[in-house]
């Protein structure tokens, strides 16, 4: 246990960001069955509201992702005005080519032009939407792909891709940049056409330097060592964003931390040591999960949360130390270092750090305390819950 954080640590951890997605606030579930939770927003602005009180009690999320079509409004300037007046700004924005039958056999990689120029529009129409709320990053995320051996080629799917991809990148403005989340299945079972970092990196790489990789750290295979792909995506200069969550199995958009907080320290790791915690780096750190039977504003307090313990931790890895004990070749040694500062308790720590920037020691009891919850629970009556897809 740590009682104090080294001012280096604090002044590090004072400048962290975490992205909120508004699909976090909306109800979500499996093929099985969605269950509703008192209190789940109608509409964006009450997702915006939601995500404005995950900030208010931890200081660390100062920004909503946005949806496009989910998040759709007549005014996204207005709707910026509101978010500014609670507190947040909006932030990346998603697009999404999943959802129309027009899809079925892919967006940006289809066979049939008009379909392409379809899928293309959509994403010209999200930096439109861009431009309005001041977001900076459009976010891609593709479902193409196919079920089954010969069904498509998988080849000149990859040039049109990146045709399309091109014709996108080429409407940024001067300060919007694009990032390509990768998938390594579903809703495609035999291959996606973005399945990797590599197939990422050499799209983005062909589009030029506003174009850059997501990593959503549930879409790997089980046993991927996801700390290597941040670090070697650091070091080439093409880490665009963070989809942090967690999973057991699949693509389990759990509580970030929830299943390895382990994993999640061998990553910010990687990050601080490649410098991705400094600003000029520019890598966003989002969260995308789902809180299916949790509540969802302390689901993603405790998220934040686990993303900040974690940091905290990897930043107090004694770097130097290291580096001496690795090139001396002391195995022992080198990996001692990593597992103090793992093992390091920094939850007292934090909780008084948060109290002299006067915020709560303990920001989920804080929100507890604070009444909101059941303030929610009685206001949102009546109307239709949102949910992940609407
Ligand atoms: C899908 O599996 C991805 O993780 C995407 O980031 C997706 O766009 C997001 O979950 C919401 O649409
Ligand atoms: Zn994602
Ligand atoms: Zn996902």
């Known amino acids: 246990m740590t009682s104090t954080l080294p001012e280096a640590v604090q002044g590090q951890l004072a400048s962290q960001e975490i992205e909120v997605p508004s699909w976090a606030y909306g109800n979500s579930g499996t093929r099985f069955k969605v269950f509703s939770t008192p209190g789940t927003p109608r509409t964006v602005q009450e997702k915006i509201a939601d995500a404005a009180q995950v900030h208010l009690h931890t200081g660390l999320a100062p920004r909503v ?215 000029a780096t520019g890598v966003v750190f989002m969260l995308d999960q789902c809180h299916n039977i949790e509540e969802k504003i302390p689901g993603q307090i405790r998220s934040v949360l686990n993303v900040q313990e974690m940091t905290a931790r990897a930043l107090l890895v004694d770097r130097t130390a290291l580096l001496a004990a690795q090139e001396s070749g002391d195995v022992l040694g080198a990996n001692a270092i990593m597992m103090d500062a793992f093992y390091t308790d920094v939850r007292p720590a934090l909780a008084t750090w948060r109290e002299s920037r006067g915020l709560p020691a303990e920001p989920l009891a804080a929100y507890r305390d604070s009444g909101h919850q059941e303030k929610i629970n009685a206001a949102r009556l009546g109307g239709t819950q949102s949910s992940w897809g609407a």
């Not at 439109?128 to 080849?155: F, H």
């Not at 959503?216 to 650091?234: C, K, M, R, S």
């Not at 990687?270 to 410098?275: C, S, T, W, Y």
């Open 65 to 279: 992702a946005l949806h496009i079509p989910w998040d759709t409004v007549d005014d996204y300037s207005a709707l910026r005005t509101y978010a500014e007046d609670l507190g947040v700004g909006l932030g990346t924005i998603n697009s999404n080519t999943f959802q129309d039958d027009a899809y079925k056999f892919g967006s940006l990689t289809h066979t049939d032009a008009a379909i392409r120029q379809k899928a293309i529009d959509h994403h010209l129409g999200c930096i439109e939407v861009m431009d309005r709320t001041g977001s900076r990053d459009l976010k891609i995320w593709l479902a193409d792909g196919t079920n089954y051996p010969g069904q498509g080629d998988i080849r000149s799917r990859q040039d049109r891709l990146a045709d399309s991809l091109a014709a996108i990148y080429a409407q940024l403005g001067p300060d919007q940049r694009l990032v390509l989340e990768y998938k390594f299945f579903e809703p495609a079972f035999y291959h996606t056409d973005v399945p990797d970092w590599g197939t990422s990196y050499a799209q983005t790489l062909a589009l030029g330097p506003k174009a850059s990789v997501c990593l959503d750290t549930g879409h790997h295979a089980p046993g991927t060592n996801i700390e290597f792909i941040v670090a070697q995506l650091l070091r080439l200069g093409k880490l665009g964003s963070f989809d942090f969550n967690s999973r057991f199995y699949a693509d389990d958009d759990l509580i970030v931390g929830a299943a390895d907080p382990f994993q999640l320290f061998r990553i910010m790791y990687e990050v601080v040591r490649g410098g991705g915690l400094d600003a």
